[in-house]
């Protein structure tokens, strides 16, 4: 199989990079187009490879592309899911290529070169190699087991017409092992397979104050100031010891043992490479707990964006009519995402003071999620980790969400196994996103040698 | 000469209509020849209502606009001081007609009607006025002082290039008062002289943390988070009484009488009313003090604008690398608005945590200025609003700032006098700024009486 790959590997990159040319952009209307474009080229390239059923599905946002191979009855099945959408690429000005069109450079996490262009960790590198890791198992008669593949294009925007997708095709849907790489592994030296995510809870708050605008010399000093309000209840959502001052916020909180902190711990990052790789010097959070224990088994709260009031060039002295922010929080088993969601409203609107009015939406959520390690899927997914990497690959929790893994469960009834081979380092959802050309090979070789491992072991256990 | 104006209206109303469709934004690099082209226009107008001298001055930044009429060596000298430049008109989707489309529209407190546009009270209109009374003295003899005019177009942006240009023309513009409209009224019942006004330091913050915006799920509670840190430090620059937390801020701040505080606040405004006109349920500010306290004889700080993150459509789950703040401070006489800019960024440098940087910047600024109200100015000031209003108006403070009224005593050696027409209600720098025909009329009426009151007891005082 190595063979193969090295004939097929320049190809495999070209057809990347065209995927990766489209601005698949979820989130932006003006997008839209180019997001039906990218479901169609997927859509094209499950042909290629040997789909025997394709199908485009719409939903009431962006469209779920389907495909399937069906080996045999008896034979195992593996779903596999990916999005083909991106998170926006601002701020352009901080791109060193423009985000759409790729190019591949040299970096030192990548002396084999990265591909440069949004979208080429998250997630269209990652979910094209699931493709062509069956391209070769078709090309060589090995695939042995069933696949489906479900690639969507709303992730980066919630997955909000995903659940209704996957409800309305729950038989057609069945499988024995949900798969998807849209996590990372540490290095090349010591790949890891994700274990756990966080939830979410994503929301945006507005504070409005006067109803126009107001001239700061006749009016500051005199009336709430929805900015410094905004500033006031965010500056309170931490204590000073960083924990989150919502009531109730950690009630349903797992806590993880000591022992399995420290081991947890054994693995964990290298604290100096980690502030240097984002040119920190000093880390911030939870007190008492390590950086890894806050982006893995901890809730957090975030503000993702504010704004309000002149943000242009110079001086206006303006007291703004309206404030806002997009702040979201990471949860752990067990917090409800929706219950949580609810707290931080209750708790944002009772610290608003008079002379404003709140206003809280939930953009989107999703609850925490612990894999199995005990599975046959993970076993065959640890071989061929083994295989490719060399070395046995821990098992690891990851600060972010995919909302989506305890939807499935929740709907189909089946696990997910997550299988990333993205750095911490590519700079998802920021400039200059990037995916390893090497980890992009190792990931379709790993993947490859999965599906007859998975086989295997199935075979073996019926 | 009521019946002059009787004439005349209709005419002065056209050309400020006129005046007002050029968006002379001198914030905004891209508005240079708007700014150009209105100084021109200032230029024009000076020459038509018989100027003997007119000159464009240019400076480093937007050019100033003089013109003079000397009547004779003997007679006193007044100096007009306006700004033809404006406040960008932003968020322009507020506008209930475009901001550089002037209409004519009747509202409760205009009966007979107000001009919308951006500038119209600010201070294009405030300014013209006093061309139009000048034009009227000079077609009816009656000018008995000379004038000279003095039109900039900083003033919204700081007046930067003002001082050097009084400093390097400083025998042109010897005068014995500076007479100015850029302030206001309560109404057309309650007229009042502004002899107070606040001092201003207008400052930028920027904080920083990782060298690039990162995914929230990954960083999330790991490391400073620009936004937070900067919310966190917005909210402690006030304490529970609302008091300005910044070390050393209240020092040299004039404390009044209470004897004068009670008279001032008898003229004060109707809380009522204030709060009603900008639809608010509760005023918020300086314990201890009210509301017309709070915005004339009290220093305020209020945040003017806020960015940072993702502040488009939908969710992008981010931890920004920058945030920024714009933050002004309104300071009383005796502060120094140097020292307070100062005093500012120790503060904000001092309270950032480990893991970001803050970097503070100085817009501008100016000191706060009290203006007498025994000067043969403020006399000649007080019968021109009796005569016109029908009522002997009232000394009051305000809580705006003219920073140049302080550097031309300090330059010139000149006391100014403040005769403004607008009111608070104009919403100036706001969107759907306008000023009342009415305002328009008597301001020019008011002004045409100021100058040969002014001239007489000048001459009886000699």
Redesign the interface.
Known sequence: MKKILQNQKENFIDQLIELLKIPSIS???SHKEDVKKTAKWIENALNEIGCSTVQIYETAGHPVVYGEILVSENAPTVLVYGHYDI??P??LE?WESPPFEPVIKKTDLHPKGAIFARGACDDKGQMFMHLKAVEILMQNNALKNNIKFVIEGEE???SDHLEKFIRDHKSMLQSDIILISDTGINSIENPAITVGL?G?S?M?VTVT?????????????????P??V???I?????DEN?KVNIPGFYDQVEEISESERKKMNENGLNEKSFKDS?????????KGYT?LD??SI????????????????????????Q????I?M?LVPHQEWKKISELFEQYFKAMA????KVEVTT??GGNAYVTPTDSLAYKAAEKAYNDVFGVVPHAKR????IPIVPMFEKVLGTKTLLMGFGF?SD??????EHYGIDNFLKGIKTIALFHPYFSELYGNHQ
């Not at 104050?209 to 100031?225: C, E, F, K, M």
């Not at 984002?278 to 939870?286: L, N």
Request: charge should be negative; charged fraction near 20%.
């Open positions: 989130a932006d209307p998170q926006p601002d701020p901080l980066e925007v919630g966080r979410l994503y945006e104050g006067p109803n126009r605008d107001l001239h700061s010399g006749l009016y500051g000093g005199t009336v709430a100031n900015i410094n905004l500033c006031d965010i500056a309170s959502l931490h960083k984002i040119g920190i010097d000093a880390v911030m959070g939870e950086t806050r982006r901890r809730p957090t709260l975030d503000v993702n964006g504010i704004w309000g009031g002149y943000t242009g060039e110079g001086a206006k002295t303006v007291i703004t009519s404030a806002h922010a997009k979201s990471r003071p008079k002379g404003v953009h989107h990851d600060g972010g969400s911490d700079a998802i959802h920021s400039p200059n």
